[in-house]
């Protein structure tokens, strides 16, 4: 099990589903670089090594086609860890099962990091660049795929080391890049239904207030803790914080005399933080292709962003031109018709 063959393979089933695993049904099945357990000669059928080509094939002419590669990618969320799991099981010279379901185990982690990594990376690349430059990070997989392949078979000492260095950075950057790939899928598929709104012509929001529709009764009684005596919420915005961290989910709370941001954390209260409208000096929206962004400034020089969902843009707009008029800065926005109902009024103490 020390070595770098199944792991290296494992890795590189995490980049592209089937290539690593036809690359080695070849290698067993036409040369004596490569031996398969007793368990996985299946690999090596006729039929195996047809199929396992043609998907590979088509996966490679899927990652070159930007949105088309994201979709993919998540469609195979389950399937690389099982190639990677499969590679890794093949190539073990033993025939105790406990070794080869722990090395299976251990395949398919390797797989799916390997995959949260890719994704995120492609992900990132498909909502900054607007997938200008997903060809380019295709081709560099198909390259880093095929090295990394032909290096676990020819050198597996060096992928071995490659793997521990690929593991090693996981643990340190893994938690962001997490973080970041739910926010470009949320990014993503928030941009697709806006699509769809407007294919369909859905009615565009009227007020603010509408976005506290977006939270649920209980959200609502339970955040109502945060604010002053008599203090009226004119609407609630989620989105995400930048962080160092990774993108943070954030709820922010816009009323007459403050705003207040509200970060959920597990097991524990949400992070609050509190501006004073009268100490805002600039409050702008900006709609991008797939998300829209609030920003925030005070005399203090305090900068805060929030990154929304695309079907939050009309919501982020208002809030703005409502953060600018309440501090002074710009033209009152049209008057808000009274609320429609109760819980609109005002959030309990």
């Not at 709104?197 to 649920?216: D, G, H, I, Q, T």
């Not at 600018?324 to 819980?343: N, S, V």
Request: proline content about 6%.
């Amino acid at each position: 099990m020390i070595s770098g063959l199944p792991w290296g393979l494992a890795l590189s089933s995490g980049i592209n589903t089937y290539l690593p695993l036809f690359l080695l049904a070849l290698f067993a099945r036409f040369s004596h670089a490569v031996h398969l357990s007793p368990r996985f000669q299946w690999l090596i059928s006729d039929q195996a090594i047809v199929v396992l080509g043609l998907l590979a094939a088509c996966e490679i002419l899927a990652q070159k086609f930007p949105v088309l590669d994201n979709f993919w990618d998540f469609a195979h969320t389950l399937l690389r860890p099982i190639a990677g799991a499969l590679a890794a099981g093949a190539t073990l010279t033993t025939n105790n099962l406990f070794e080869t379901v722990l090395a299976m185990a251990i395949g398919g982690t390797l797989a799916a990091a390997a995959h949260s990594t890719k994704s995120s990376l492609r992900l990132a690349s498909t909502t900054k660049t607007i997938g200008a430059g997903n060809l380019f990070l295709s081709l560099g997989e198909d390259a880093a795929v095929l090295g990394g392949s032909l290096l676990a078979v020819y050198a597996p000492w060096v992928m071995l080391g490659i793997v521990l260095l690929f593991v090693l950075a996981f643990a340190l950057i893994g938690p962001r890049l997490l973080r970041t790939l739910r926010f470009d899928l949320a990014v993503l598929g928030s941009g697709f239904a806006s699509l769809l709104r407007w294919v369909f012509r859905a009615k565009r929001p009227e007020n603010l207030r509408e976005s506290l529709l977006e939270m649920s009764p209980e959200r609502l009684r339970e955040w109502g803790a945060t604010l002053e005596p008599g203090e009226e919420v004119l609407g609630a915005l989620y989105g995400w914080k930048p962080a160092r961290g990774g993108p943070r989910r954030a709820w922010l709370l816009l009323t007459a005399r403050r705003l207040v941001w509200l970060q959920p954390r597990i097991l524990r209260s949400p992070k609050l933080q509190v501006m004073r409208i009268p100490d805002v000096t600039l409050a702008r929206y900006r709609n991008l292709v797939l998300f829209a962004k609030l920003e925030v400034l005070t005399k203090q020089n305090e900068s805060l962003t929030l990154n929304l969902p695309k079907r939050s843009a009309a919501f982020a707009e208002m809030a703005a031109a409502r953060i600018q008029a309440l501090a002074g800065l710009g033209a009152a926005p049209a008057p808000e018709p009274p609320p429609a109902a109760a819980r609109f009024a005002s959030l309990p103490h």
